[in-house]
């Protein structure tokens, strides 16, 4: 099982969707506690979710985790899943209000940045991380 984890295509151009999904998650989880009323729990709240002190707190952490780890490529398609859920629920959360109070265009160019994400995230869960990255040095090791 994690031989299909770590396993990668050797790409050597995928650390390009990589640095872009990381860094944007990293700086995303990082922004939620240096701006917690208006990236974290305070945006949590305006959107009516639950719960939106616990919520930003562990949505922040896992965007640190998993942004970390896709940049240096460790357990990439794990943190990939995460990403990919991430988005999902926040199109979901913030674009559908926008769909039905401003229609379909200004809904997709409010979501350029999250469908980006969502597509560079099922990217790496499909390919993996690539040639340049910790799980292509440990499926190397592991033969």
Same mark, same amino acid.
């Given at each position: 099982?994690?031989?299909?984890?770590?396993?990668?295509?050797?790409?050597?151009?995928?650390?390009?969707?990589?640095?872009?999904?990381?860094i944007v998650f990293l700086s995303e989880g990082i922004q939620k506690?240096?701006?917690?009323?208006?990236?974290?729990?305070?945006?949590?709240?305006?959107?009516?979710?639950?719960?939106?002190?616990?919520?930003?707190?562990?949505?922040?952490?896992?965007?640190?985790?998993?942004?970390? %780890? #896709?940049?240096? /490529?460790?357990?990439?398609? @794990?943190?990939?899943?995460? $990403?990919?859920?991430? +988005?999902l629920v926040a199109i979901a959360t913030t674009k559908s209000e926008? %769909? #039905?109070?401003? /229609?379909?265009?200004?809904? @997709?160019?409010?979501?350029? $940045?999250?469908?980006? +994400?969502?597509?560079?995230?099922?990217?790496?869960?499909?390919?993996?991380?690539?040639?340049?990255?910790?799980?292509?040095f440990l499926n190397r090791t592991n033969y």
């Open positions: 099982m994690f031989q299909k984890i770590v396993n990668s295509d050797h790409s050597k151009t995928t650390i390009i969707i990589r640095l872009m999904v990381g506690f240096l701006f917690p009323a208006i990236r974290g729990a305070g945006r949590f709240e305006k959107i009516g979710l639950p719960s939106p002190e616990f919520l930003g707190t562990f949505v922040g952490a896992f965007e640190v985790i998993c942004g970390a %780890l #896709i940049l240096i /490529g460790l357990l990439t398609r @794990l943190a990939s899943i995460s $990403t990919l859920t991430i +988005m926008i %769909l #039905i109070n401003d /229609g379909f265009w200004v809904m @997709l160019h409010d979501s350029r $940045t999250d469908w980006a +994400m969502f597509l560079g995230s099922l990217f790496l869960i499909i390919k993996g991380s690539g040639n340049w990255s910790l799980d292509n």
